[in-house]
């Protein structure tokens, strides 16, 4: 017998047939012989309508009363899944945010989750109830409803798992664990049964998008033991998510090939070779709250040095825009970009203790004559930018040469 | 510059455009000088949508996690409303019923209001802010949200009224006051300047269908200023329902015309005439939680004695079969019924101190060849049970011969 944190998503209590599924899921769970704390979100179509009418209210929804109003969404999945499970015989109670209470920060629509107290939570599981407890939400000191942001029903699992020293959170979603890459490009892609918490990170972060990345660093943080599992499918242990590198055995160099096309390149060339000027590029896009993702600058030649950097697609022409008008006030020759490329990237723990990653990728990419654009390396990732025509075959061959099939 | 607490019902917010207009109407009492507080309901159909999806899990949806799902209607409408009045310029701030707090007693789906804490409204009230409070809902002693059942955002109006020690309460509504009958029916119909609660009290629960009836009771208890308005139309001062007799003024005997189609007559005959007999009778009914409305038992003869009573009309073949049942133990000759009837009363506080409105009600009735099934009254209420096929007949030649037009 354990005490399991179980986190449901939108497209997992997407109308009232999934949410009747859901509750036979954790019915079984709890037939098993466990205590079941279920975090449920929005039903899946239900937030972006609520968005969608805060938004005819207003330009930019005044964030206490977009939260006030965000909430409602994840408040009707738990009710109702109380009662699905009622319907088959099984004692639940449902609480919201508040209730329970997450205490987060006073951070509006991107709130922090300060403190859980568990208290209402064990005291119902000992009454053998199952809980549920509304995800994405919290209570600011004062009392006012918060939101974690999007993909923070996950974050809410994972604090309450730590909360209850749960022996496991498992976070089912509509794939059935982490795999080597994704399989609608290279079919041959695998199931990973275990991936450590820096390769989910690195995966996460380069667009996996199994599990909102705030929820894994919370994980590693209070060494909650979490699980990816298929909400759709019967069976199967997912992917298991660990937190100690495991001594006996020799790990793969190369864990996952990830690639993620909302990049676009740009190129700042011939700028003094002097301190300063990375910030004086990079601080003003910054300032306009444009993400930036690898950074490379070469060894100058001359004094003048090149710099170069990724920004997301869709800010591509404001940077841009924004560069053209610093130009002259950074001195340097000529700005150029390319919104057509993408970064395909190999993640694994082994690559610490393993030589030859990055130059097995360059040549792999080099037999199919793609050419490298830019590459940037951490100490179990190797990402290269390259033209995005190449990236499905890049993505396959590397695949290959790892032997991730 | 007083302090006003306006309610706006379903239909007044149920679009994005009716809130906008809402806001514009709330600003517009703001902009007079007066303090606001808004209570409103869940956009029209929204509160139908939730029970529905409640009813796909349960078939009698637990009342706990009823109030859960239900609560959430208000509280999208009060975010919404906060939006559309920052962006028209106004500071506002939503509040649900726990964050208030407005406490009830523990009866899920039905709970009442036992206290009402206004220090947080007081508070915002005095920097300036409209404050916008969720109707229909509150929380109770343990902290477990609740709901006041269907149409109570007008009592929650009421009670905020009372607990602020507003200087009035005025409810929106898709009707711009009180009428001396339904004006479908009688196209003369006239809105009353004003209505005595009692009065308000009959025409309510006699089908005016105007305010909710609870909410009129506490109005009367608290002696809040109630003002009924329309939220569709500019202007007009609506119906002032007031709770002091006017001395100075002959009130008219009869104020208004109501009816109420939803009727059913159930005649018990030849029952013995001893005491006990109307409790073994209506207990019964009432054990099977059928409303009874009219009753009447005419003097016995021969020891024995008729009893006629009316019931809602889904009720009806339910109180029928029950009947059947006990008919022997009862000891009735024979029960019949008849549910092609309907209601139409008088009814005015002039009726105190005026005689002859029965025998008015009467002759002008009988003038038109209508036969009266069944006659109750009360102080200030005459009503007749006739065939349903005269019920439009019988309000409008009412309704002229007490010269309502």
Chains 1, 2 share one sequence.
Request: net charge negative; proline share 2%.
């Amino acid at each position: 017998m354990a005490l399991i944190v179980q986190k449901y998503g939108g497209t997992s209590v997407g109308s009232a047939e999934r949410i009747k599924n859901v509750a036979k899921r954790v019915a079984q769970a709890r037939a098993e012989g466990h205590d079941v704390v279920v975090v449920v979100s929005a039903m899946s179509g239900e937030t972006n309508r609520l968005v969608a009418l805060a938004h005819e209210m207003q330009d930019i929804p005044d964030p206490r009363e977009l939260d006030v109003v965000l909430a409602t969404g994840e408040q009707v999945t738990i009710g109702l899944l109380a009662m699905a499970l009622k319907n088959i015989g099984v004692p639940a109670k449902s609480y919201t945010g508040w209730q329970v209470a997450v205490q987060t920060d006073n951070a509006h629509t991107k709130a922090r989750i300060e403190n859980i107290d568990g208290g209402k939570i064990k005291s119902d599981l000992g009454e053998g109830r199952v809980v549920i407890v509304a995800g994405f939400q919290g209570v600011t000191p004062d009392g006012e409803i918060s939101t974690l942001g999007r993909g923070g029903s996950d974050t809410s699992a994972v604090a309450l798992a730590a909360a209850l020293g749960a022996d496991e959170c498992q976070i089912y979603t509509d794939v059935d664990g982490v795999y080597t890459t994704d399989p609608r490009v290279v079919p041959e892609a695998r199931r990973l049964d275990t991936i450590t918490f820096e390769e989910m990170l690195e995966l996460a972060s380069l667009g996996s998008k199994v599990l909102q990345i705030r929820s894994v660093e919370f994980a590693g943080k209070y060494k909650v033991r979490l699980r990816v599992l298929s909400s759709l499918q019967e069976g199967g242990n997912g992917t298991l998510i660990t937190f100690e590198e495991d001594d006996n055995m020799e790990r793969a160099a190369v864990t996952g090939i990830a690639f993620d096309k909302n990049q676009a390149r740009i190129n700042v060339q011939g700028v003094p070779d002097k301190p300063g000027v990375a910030y004086q590029i990079l601080g003003a896009v910054a300032d306009a709250n444009i993400e930036v993702d690898m950074i490379v600058q070469n060894v100058g030649t001359e004094g003048t040095t090149d710099f170069s950097f990724t920004v997301p697609r869709v800010e591509y022409r404001q940077a841009m825009e924004l560069l053209a008008k610093l130009q002259d006030s950074i001195g340097a020759t000529s700005i150029s970009g390319d919104d057509t490329v993408c970064k395909v990237s190999a993640v694994g723990m082994g690559m610490r203790s393993h030589v030859g990653v990055a130059s097995k990728i360059f040549r792999t990419l080099a037999e199919e004559g793609i050419n490298i654009e830019m590459i940037s390396t951490s100490e179990i990732k190797v990402s290269v930018l390259i033209d995005e025509k190449y990236m499905e075959l890049a993505t396959r061959v590397l695949h290959k040469a790892f032997d991730l099939g």
